[in-house]
């Protein structure tokens, strides 16, 4: 309609494969854009234009938009995938997570929301690609809706709970999963339910880790290329799951292990789908069968706790009653005070050696809570070098949940004066040093 075509510059015209016999609607810029853009893949013999053409139609949902979710959702917009849809929560982008998330740069820090800053991003690299972003997590409530019209799901999220409402709603909506993780130096990645044979998430792992390892208050540490190379492989596994291009082989049914420190990949074989999965078998108390993800309970799945809160499978969490939390903790104000008025002060810091050498306050000791129980003599003799009437004995850790680990050891081990900083040196940075590291 711009009155500019190929046809009159040559008056031949050319067909682009792409787009069908050049008689297409799609105006001849965007056919050139497209052969540009992609050429690498279309001359490569086992993808080529069919796989593309099939790659161009692919809806595709990536949930989580943090150090697996930027890489995949990179190399998925790069090579043209049709449709993206994002899911993160309000999350906006924080410092600490520059180190792997790498579609974020330092002016989003503190202000854009990492889903809406993805999003920018891909649409920057390849206009060609639509994409939805949704700030609303993913819940038991809107798993199934969120995955309508979806042909592959990727898990990218970082909480064992958001990994059964997507890994279940995918199995009762027999979608591709692609699941990746990754923590430490440690990688790993698999595809479930993208045949009849194939497991889904829960029947890999149907039992959730223990609610100690789920609520943990420590951070967990990552070198920043191994949360990539599992992005990056779940983006080719989904490529390969839209494209089915030649000699495709989805890594369904097989686990892949990455060992970072080692440089080495594993495969290890899966057992294939358990009929009797509660998620997509067919269980022999058909009570127990997941309808719908918004109908089960996965707080007392996950947590142990019912609708209302109540711990029902009861485990001891190593935190403080309500009563002694009352009794032996002290408010960042109050440690504040102390400090001011030069109160005799033992701070045992209980984080972990890395945390402590990366930042502490002055004058703390560290006593990380994983080796408190073998060090209590030199928790005494600190005491005791340092007693008078005046001195007061203060745990504390990053958000004030180790320290109420590591109080209740030290109560059960005659230090019976000691309390524990509410709220922890996450507390200390909101309240009285803002310049105190945000990590
Ligand atoms: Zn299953």
Redesign the pocket.
Known sequence: ADGFTMENVSGIGWNDGLSGDGSSEIEVGARKEHVERYARQLVLGSFGLESQKRLMNGVVLIVGAGGLGCPAALYLAAAGVGHIVLVDTEDTVDRSNLQRQIAYSTRDVDHSKKAHALAERIRAMNPNVEVTAFTSGLHPWNAESLLDGIHVALDCSDNVLTRYVL?DAC?IRHIPLVSGAAIGTDGQLSV??DSEDT??????F?VAPPAKCVSSCDTGGVLGPVPGTIGVLQAMEAIKLLSSFSGAKSLSRRMLLFDAAESTFRNIKLRP??PQ?????NPSDPSSKIHQVEKYNYGRFVYGVNADGLVCKPEDDGLLSASDRMAFSISVQELYEMVQSHKQLILVDVRSQEQFQMCSLKNSVNFPLSVLPNQLNEVHQLVQKNQNDDSHLIVLCRRGRDSQRALRVLHENGLMHAKQLEGGLSSWRSHIDPSFPDY
């Open positions: 890994g199995a479930f339910c497991p889904c998430y829960r029947c890999v149907p789908r358990n999965c509660i998620a997509c078998g």
